[in-house]
C-alpha cells in the first residue's frame, strides 16, 4: 500500500518559475526522501531528511519536514526544461527496517 | 564504481508462465530491495535482502520469491503470472551504513499478456 500523497499529482511550470510538491504520510518515519523519475525508468535519489532535522538544501533543492503534520515539501528553485520528471517522496518507517514507501508522485512539467 | 544493473530490459510473457528478474548491484552494498511501479503509481516495496537472507517483505504473494547471491547480485522469480503482474520491477542497492539511500537500477519492464 501507498504511505502517503504526493500534492499535487500534476504540476506546469515556465522555465526559471519555481516548482513545489508537497507530501503527506501516515505512520511515525525514521527519514525522508525524495527521489525523480524520467519517463518511467530507474529512481535517482535527490535528498534525504532525518525525522529531527526541518530543513534540507542541495542546490536548488530545499526539503521541509513537519513531524507534527506529517508532511514534507519539495522546492525546486529556478526550474529548468531538464527537471521534466516524476516526483516521489518515500518514507522510510520507523518499524520496517530500510524499505520506502512511496507516494503516487508528482508529475512535473517545465516548458521552455 | 559500477551503478545498478538489472537485465532483461524488456520481457514480455504469458499468464501461467514463470519470470526472472536479475539485478546486480552496486560495488560496495550489501542490500538490495526489488520493487513493482504500475503504470502511473508510485513503487511498491516487494522485498528486500540483507547478506544473502529476507530483511522485511511487503504486501505480495509467496509466488513473488528471491534470492541475494554471495557477490549481493540477485533474482526475482515470479511463478504464475497473472495479468496485473505487469509492471516495471525496480531492483535498488544500498549499504546500511549508508543512511537508507537507494540506488535504483533502470528497471525491468514485464508484460504478461
Known amino acids: 500500500s501507498q504511505q502517503g500523497e504526493e500534492d499535487p499529482q500534476a504540476l506546469s511550470i515556465q522555465e526559471g518559475e519555481n516548482a513545489t510538491m508537497n507530501c503527506s504520510y501516515k505512520t511515525s518515519i525514521n527519514n525522508l526522501q525524495w527521489y525523480r523519475q524520467n519517463s518511467g525508468r530507474g529512481l535517482v535519489h535527490l535528498i534525504l531528511i532525518r525525522s529531527n532535522e526541518r530543513e534540507k538544501h542541495s542546490g536548488r533543492l530545499r526539503v521541509t519536514l513537519d513531524t507534527s503534520k506529517k508532511s514534507s515539501s519539495l522546492l525546486i528553485t529556478a526550474s529548468r526544461a531538464a527537471d521534466t520528471a516524476s516526483y516521489f517522496c518515500a518514507t522510510v518507517s520507523m518499524k520496517a527496517g530500510t524499505a520506502l514507501i512511496f507516494g503516487k508522485g508528482t508529475t512535473l512539467s517545465v516548458s521552455s | 564504481e559500477t551503478g545498478v544493473t538489472q537485465s532483461p530490459t524488456h520481457l514480455i510473457k504469458t499468464r501461467g508462465q514463470q519470470v526472472t528478474l536479475r539485478c546486480s548491484s552496486q560495488?560496495?552494498?550489501?542490500?538490495v530491495s526489488w520493487y513493482q511501479q504500475a503504470l502511473g503509481q508510485g513503487p511498491q516495496f516487494i522485498f528486500q535482502y540483507y547478506r544473502e537472507e529476507e530483511n522485511g517483505r511487503g504486501n505480495f504473494p509467496p509466488r513473488f520469491s528471491g534470492l541475494q547471491f554471495p557477490n549481493y547480485s540477485s533474482e526475482l522469480n515470479v511463478n504464475a503470472l497473472e495479468l496485473d503482474d505487469s509492471a516495471l520491477y525496480l531492483c535498488a542497492s544500498s549499504s546500511l551504513a549508508g543512511g537508507n539511500e537507494q540506488f535504483f537500477g533502470p528497471g525491468t519492464r514485464l508484460t504478461v499478456l
Open positions: 560495488s560496495g552494498h550489501n542490500t
